[in-house]
């Protein structure tokens, strides 16, 4: 165990490193002069142009500008946000919590909506059910996540008048954000569940328990879903990233407070140092939650753990 | 590939989703000729109509006609859309062709360049593109299409490494032909159904994710015609008048549904192995 996670760190760090060139890289890419561009957004004053083309020192070498943006970068100094001016790390910190809490809520809706439609959907294979429920998941993979945002809007919060359409606190303002991004991942959730499940609905061991005499309760639960749920634990992984995009186009349907819409209006005001830290923060917790999910799935999946000590 | 025309002609599902994008890309070419008024021309007097037989889908809260603007935006939608996969394309044959085929150094560096990218979501890497080139519908088409760069890399590098062990690969080679002209003439055309397929579903991907840069505010600005530009326009008139999103709406849906519908089609015939990727 400890052989592979040393192995999956190695793999790790030269991406964290790649990240950090990507990210120290966006404002030497601009068009122009950089801080000109910088400010562009700020009606800045000369003096201002001034004092943050000193803070920047871009007349130094390239490498010496790169290696003061990490020793920064590693003590949590990202600099300072052109419009708040407050420290890009602080930002973060106050908008981190509440997209957890909308991607977890997201995560939990995925799951069990997914689960269910899949497993549905691979117990009577070609019946209305599974055609329906596959319907369902070829809707929820082909609908932008803001018109699905706006339809939950209009239908619950202000038809319905149920829930809250906007704003933040309490699980009331949580479901329907958290139920845009989530359909759309139980769709994809869905299908792999439906054919994980057929696959594994074949196999002999399945033929054995049937034949053995247990009820098909117990077959399904006991015998098929531990085997199905391998992929799908993959597949929650990878999606994770898309997970993150999805939070950037609901936070803002939303008006929720987070770190998509941190990104977004960053992006709109031109504030680098701003998007610098959230991309930078963003890539790096991904390439994190990769490496939990990698590790975790190999304690699901033993097998996986051995063939990557083996190689 | 007659045979594959002949097996997707047969399925209902990719005959139908073919239909639905003839249809919508006929009418983005036909754009002005086929719409009654002008996209841009305001008439306040009937702001927030109800679609209605002068209007089927509506007025804006300008009064501009909403089928007018669906169909000339369709054009820009679809232009980002395929526009992005021929970035996307063209770096990702590029790089993977010669990633695969040349292996060693070449191979590793290319490889871990993509890692890079792969540590960023799409649309976060199509967000940073964007804060580098600017707003616009060009820089939204050019931000998508580096986003999707890395899945294309992935799969034809893989499908290369598979290809150039083939015996006839080695037979290539061994009558002396260069190592361009083996890739070229012997890998390519045999990793090309894999790609189409990609490519397909890529754009369903291409057109949501660049209609969603626009409706952060990121792409064209109003009061350009484009589909995720209307859909936001809509998003303050929800109870007044929710059909100004629902035109754009179901355009964007219906056009991902039937590019799905056929690149779905076009996986289980030409490539059934891709399924696990396809599924994302």
Known sequence: ???????????????????????????????????????????????????????????????????????????????????SKRPVIEEIADQLPSTLELAAAAIAIAVAVGLVLGILAALR??????????????????MPSFWLGLLLIFAFSLELGWLPATGQGGWRRLILPAATIGLGYAAVVARLVRSSFLEVLGNAYIGTARAKGLAERAVVLKHALGNALIPVVTIIG?????????????????????????????????????????????ALGYVLVNLLVDVSYSIIDPRIRHRGGAA | MTAAVRLLWRRKAAVLGGAILALVVGLAVAGPAVTRTD??????????????????????QYGRDILTRVITGARLSLVTGLGAVVIALAGGLGLGLVSGAAGGWIDLLIMRIVDVMMAFPSVL?????????????????????????????????GNVLVVREQAYIEAARALGGRPRRVTLQHILPNILAPVIVLATIAIAWSIIIGASLSFLGLGPRPPIPEWGVDLSNGRNYLLRGWWISAGPGVAIMTTVVAVNLVGDTLRDVLDPRLRSLTNL
Do not use: C
């Open chain 1, 238 to 282: 990878v999606q994770l990233g898309n997970l993150l995009a999805g939070t950037i186009i609901v936070e803002t349907v939303f008006s929720r407070r987070g770190m998509g819409r941190l990104a977004v209006t960053a992006v709109l005001d031109k504030d680098y140092p701003l998007i610098q830290g959230v991309v930078l923060v963003s």
């Open chain 2, 125 to 157: 890497l199509a967000l940073v593109v964007v804060a580098v080139l600017g707003h616009g519908s060009t820089n939204v088409m050019v931000a998508v299409g580096v986003s999707l760069i890395p899945t294309f890399v992935r799969l034809i590098r």
């Open chain 2, 39 to 60: 996209p841009l021309k305001m008439n306040l007097l009937k702001a927030l109509s109800p679609p209605s037989a002068s209007h089927p889908f509506g007025t804006d």
């Open chain 1, 1 to 83: 165990m400890f052989v592979y996670l040393q192995q999956r760190l190695a793999l790790a760090l030269p991406v964290v490193f790649g990240v950090s060139v990507v990210v120290f890289a966006i404002v030497h890419l601009l068009p122009g002069d950089p801080v000109l561009v910088m400010l562009s957004g700020a009606n800045a004053t000369p003096e201002q142009v001034a004092e943050l083309r000193a803070q920047l020192r871009f007349e130094d070498p390239i490498a010496v500008q790169y290696a003061r943006f990490l020793r920064r970068a590693l003590v949590g100094d990202l600099g300072v946000s052109i419009f």
């Open chain 1, 125 to 142: 294979p070609n019946s209305w059910l599974d055609r329906l429920s596959m319907l369902v998941a070829l809707g929820g993979i082909s």
